[in-house]
C-alpha cells in the first residue's frame, strides 16, 4: 500500500509518488492503464461535464471506449438527446453547450460540425461537438466527442453499440485492449488512430475475426491507416 502520507503525481503510463524521505516510480501495465483512465474519466463526468455542462439540456448516453470499458487514451464518448424545444433550435442548443465550455479555462479547444446537411450516405445526421478538456488532479487533456444524432441515426448507434455490448466478454476485453496497444504501439501514436476502434470492435465482436492477419487485413481494407 502507498504510504497515505505520500504525494502522488500521476501521468500517463507512469506515476511518480514522492514524500520527504523518498521518491520512486511506479509503472502501470496495460490493464491498469485502461482502468486508471475508466476511474479518471468517471471523476471528470460525475464532478464536473455531467453537472455543469450536459445534463441540464438533454440525455446523456455514453459510448465508446468509456462505455465497454476498453479505454487506452483520453478519449470520452458521449451522445445527448435534445429536447423538442419551440424556443430553441437543436443548433441553438449546441451553440449554448460551447459556449459554456468557452468560458472554462480548462478548454483548450472546441470543434463544431454540422452534420445534418451532408450529402454523403453514409454519414450520420446530426451535430457534433469536440472539447479538449484538462482535468486539473491529473493534467490529463481529454478529448470529449459529444454527438447530437437525428432520431433515425441515434437509434442506430444505439442498436450497434448494444450489439457490441451484448457480444464482449472478459476474455474478449482483454484481447481488445492487446491489440489496442499493439496498434498504437505499431503506428507510434499515445492514441487510436481515426475509426479503428470503430473497426477493430467490427472485426472481433461482429465478424469474429482472431489471428493477426485476419484482423490487419480488415482494418487495412476499412481504410483504417497505421
Same mark, same amino acid.
Given at each position: 500500500?502507498?504510504? *497515505?502520507?505520500?504525494?502522488?503525481?500521476?501521468?500517463?503510463?507512469?506515476?511518480? =509518488?514522492?514524500?520527504?524521505?523518498?521518491?520512486? +516510480? /511506479?509503472?502501470?501495465?496495460?490493464?491498469?492503464?485502461?482502468?486508471?483512465?475508466?476511474? #479518471?474519466?468517471?471523476?471528470?463526468?460525475?464532478?464536473?461535464?455531467?453537472? /455543469?455542462?450536459?445534463?441540464?439540456?438533454?440525455?446523456?448516453?455514453?459510448?465508446?471506449?468509456? @462505455?465497454? @470499458?476498453?479505454?487506452?487514451?483520453? @478519449?470520452?464518448?458521449?451522445?445527448?438527446?435534445?429536447?423538442?424545444?419551440? $424556443?430553441?433550435?437543436?443548433?441553438?442548443?449546441?451553440?449554448?453547450? $460551447?459556449?459554456?465550455? *468557452?468560458?472554462?479555462?480548462?478548454? #483548450?479547444?472546441?470543434?463544431?460540425?454540422?452534420?445534418? *446537411? $451532408?450529402?454523403?450516405?453514409?454519414?450520420?445526421?446530426? &451535430?457534433?461537438?469536440?472539447?479538449?478538456?484538462?482535468?486539473?488532479?491529473?493534467?490529463?487533456?481529454?478529448?470529449?466527442?459529444?454527438?447530437?444524432?437525428?432520431?433515425? @441515426?441515434?437509434?442506430? $448507434?444505439?442498436?450497434?453499440?448494444?450489439?457490441? #455490448?451484448?457480444?464482449?466478454?472478459?476474455?474478449?476485453?482483454?484481447?481488445?485492449?492487446?491489440? +489496442?496497444? #499493439?496498434? &498504437?504501439? +505499431?503506428?507510434? &501514436?499515445?492514441? &487510436?488512430?481515426? *475509426?479503428?476502434? /470503430?473497426?477493430?470492435?467490427?472485426?472481433?465482436? =461482429? /465478424?469474429?475475426?482472431?489471428?493477426?492477419?485476419?484482423?490487419?487485413?480488415?482494418?487495412?481494407?476499412?481504410?483504417?491507416?497505421?
Amino acid at each position: 500500500m502507498l504510504n *497515505l502520507l505520500a504525494r502522488a503525481v500521476v501521468a500517463l503510463g507512469k506515476v511518480t =509518488i514522492g514524500c520527504k524521505n523518498f521518491t520512486r +516510480k /511506479y509503472c502501470m501495465n496495460n490493464l491498469e492503464k485502461s482502468k486508471y483512465l475508466h476511474k #479518471k474519466a468517471t471523476e471528470l463526468l460525475t464532478n464536473t461535464l455531467l453537472p /455543469y455542462y450536459l445534463q441540464k439540456y438533454g440525455e446523456i448516453i455514453y459510448t465508446g471506449s468509456y @462505455d465497454l @470499458d476498453l479505454m487506452v487514451w483520453a @478519449d470520452i464518448d458521449l451522445q445527448i438527446i435534445l429536447p423538442n424545444d419551440k $424556443s430553441k433550435s437543436r443548433l441553438e442548443m449546441i451553440l449554448d453547450i $460551447s459556449n459554456a465550455f *468557452l468560458l472554462d479555462s480548462n478548454c #483548450k479547444n472546441i470543434k463544431l460540425i454540422n452534420f445534418s *446537411l $451532408s450529402n454523403k450516405p453514409n454519414m450520420p445526421k446530426g &451535430m457534433y461537438l469536440g472539447v479538449n478538456f484538462k482535468q486539473n488532479d491529473t493534467q490529463i487533456v481529454w478529448k470529449i466527442d459529444v454527438c447530437a444524432l437525428d432520431e433515425e @441515426d441515434q437509434k442506430k $448507434s444505439y442498436e450497434f453499440h448494444k450489439q457490441l #455490448k451484448e457480444r464482449l466478454t472478459p476474455e474478449l476485453s482483454d484481447f481488445i485492449l492487446q491489440w +489496442k496497444f #499493439k496498434i &498504437m504501439t +505499431k503506428c507510434g &501514436m499515445t492514441r &487510436m488512430p481515426q *475509426l479503428s476502434s /470503430y473497426f477493430l470492435y467490427q472485426a472481433i465482436l =461482429i /465478424y469474429n475475426l482472431r489471428t493477426d492477419q485476419e484482423i490487419w487485413n480488415f482494418l487495412e481494407k476499412n481504410g483504417v491507416v497505421i
